[in-house]
């Protein structure tokens, strides 16, 4: 699509602002100790897990035909009338698995129509727990691959769990009925192996992997081996191109390819559209909600949820907070400062993602764009 044409589509979709994606923090614990953990999860926590009706009572302020609770004191228009099709409830955390409720959940957003996913490390995902959670009305799984044996450990703080990620992944893979995607952080460690990556999960059958980088919030601050070179950034944007010119050329039903792209983390210059299926697009805001662990309303959980916080379940009605808030993701005017105020290039970026906004919202943490202007042969 050409850059015109993309920024009117976003200028509708933001405008509509439908309600696609709702994160659902439900816990903090996790069983594992990773470097890159941008919620700083450990196996206790100090806040408790969301009890499961808090959640759902705020997921039945939405709109729903097909599920008859309270109605909004105002009346939906034609345009804000919910198809629940197009909602798809996402379960994060920490590790989710890690509630022992999980398939009861997973049954109560699937008898009010809505699809619903999990975000996994993989580690207690097993043939039972797949089976459960199929019946229970899973639609979507991700799981997260970040290298191949010590490296996977090293970065996830955990002997066993390359091994066990990899039986989770065949588990979740063999399944056609299940939209499945692996995640990886690309750090140091592995930007020059990412062929072996690519040849292990196509030989155990993934048809989606999803690469993203670290920027510097939460534990990752403070590990510089997990953040590439701006010469490592062009090498890996080179790699996914590569990979994506093999897809296009493929039988759709071929076993020798999968689909590679780079997560929506930052606008990419020359890069976009030949990195991703479409050009750059945060939709934190627009599209993307959050209910975080302590009830507060936010849009993708690694968002600063002290500057971006929209309001509570636990005092305001969630759908409307979405219609009627979410003012700095939807005018990213403000973020025209420090090296974005003269950018020729702010009206396709607008800042980056939202998530690259943190603390006293000075600056973006990190730039794309300018990472991916490097010329490998003079770095």
Known sequence: MLPFLFRQFRKLETKVHELNYLFWECTQRCNLSCRHCGSDCFASSKDKDMPMEDFL???????????????????????????????????????????????????????????????????????ETHHKLMQAGLKALTISLDGIGEDHNWMRGNPNSYQRTIEAIQVAASDRLLDFDVVSCINRRTINYLEDMYQLLLSLGVKKWRIFTIIPIGRAVDEPELHLTNQEMVKLMDFIQQKRELLRKADIDSKQIMEVAFSCEGYLGKYEEKVRPVRFFCHAGINIASVLIDGRICACPNIDRDAFSQGNIYCDNLYEVWQNKFGAFRNRNWARKSICSECRQFKNCMGGGMHNWHGELAAPLSCHYHRTLTDLTTE
């Open 57 to 127: 009572k705020a997921l039945d302020t939405i709109p729903n035909p097909t599920h008859q609770h309270k109605p909004l004191k105002h009346k939906p228009s034609k345009r804000q009338k919910y198809n629940t099709e197009r909602l798809i409830v996402v379960i994060t955390g920490g590790e989710p698995l890690l509630r022992p409720d999980l398939v009861q959940i997973g049954e109560e957003i699937t008898k009010r129509g809505y699809y619903w996913s999990i975000v996994s490390n993989g580690y207690l995902y097993t043939k």
